[in-house]
């Protein structure tokens, strides 16, 4: 019930078992909960360090439970200023990135300078994207935005997918969450995952990219406008900056076979419907959201309809107030 605050079984069991058995030692609770006292001892120093066990003031050198209105608000404050500290690095990532592949857009097409390949031209882009997968060793790290992928992006992957994924290579793939709701790029996403691929999904996530033995990235050279082409690089400080934009974006991501399903209650929101009022409330237009989102203009406006009814709110200004209170944003 609170794993998702860092409490696993045996430690939200000794958590509960101190809050209605106050004076219990470690024999006590392990005799009551079916555990060593290693295991016990384990858990008291963990609660320890989250703040829900304090030293007694009525008994020295006894441990009282903190009271969960208290210590379960403090660790969500705790991972709420993580979040926000992870999402500050994430922007910081995005900035640099943006602005090193800026200075490449200047190549002339299809040649190399600098470490650096301005590839232009669908049949470019793939050929160069065969080489690297043919010579991948290890991992290939790739971040796929804009929901449904097109049915030739998927045949052009496989081929490349099945060579790496017998050869033992890791793949690693992040989707938006909206390609769940596309036939075709669920289909590719289940199929890469039962291979033995990693799949995630998150909301909103940074530019396409891909990252090949963490030694060379492919990335656009600008994601509005594709005609300038796509970068390939093994610069060290852009694949660096690459990489950790990756892992931010990983972490935070959602196993494929996780359940999407919306949480029970009514005061419970998706992380999907969280960020569209972020957008939204940042003052994104529909349409732009939609893009960012990986999803259509249509489905934006049903789901932040069926999100103002939820609120009672009347307009959406109202709805970014009550979100607000409830904690939403």
Known sequence: ?????????SLESVYRALLIHEDDGVAELAARLALTGTEVRECLDRLVDLELLQPSRDAPGMLRAVSPDVGLEIIVRRQEAELVRRQEELARSREAVARTVAEFATLRPNTR?????????????????????KDLREECRAIEPGGAQSQA???A????????LSRGVQLLTVYQDSARNDPATFAYARWLSEQGGQVRTSPVLPPRMLIFDRRTAVVPIDPANTRLGALCT??????????????????????????????????????????LLKLLASGMTDEAAGKRLGVSL????????????RLHASSRFEAGLKAAQRRWL
């Open 153 to 155: 992006s998927l045949d």
């Open 157 to 164: 992957s496989r081929p490349l997918d099945e060579q790496a």
């Open 298 to 309: 249509r489905t934006v406006r049903r789901q932040m309809a069926a999100l103002m009814e």
């Open 113 to 133: 300078e600098d470490g650096a390949e301005r590839l232009v031209g669908l049949d470019a882009i793939q050929r160069r994207l065969e080489c690297l997968a």
């Open 234 to 275: 093994s610069a060290p400080g852009i694949v660096a900056s690459l990489l950790a934009l990756f892992d931010q974006t990983w972490e935070s991501a959602v196993p494929l076979g996780a359940d999407r399903r919306r949480p029970a209650g009514e005061e419970e929101v998706t992380a999907a419907e969280r960020e």
């Open 1 to 9: 019930m609170l794993e998702a605050l860092g409490l696993d079984r």
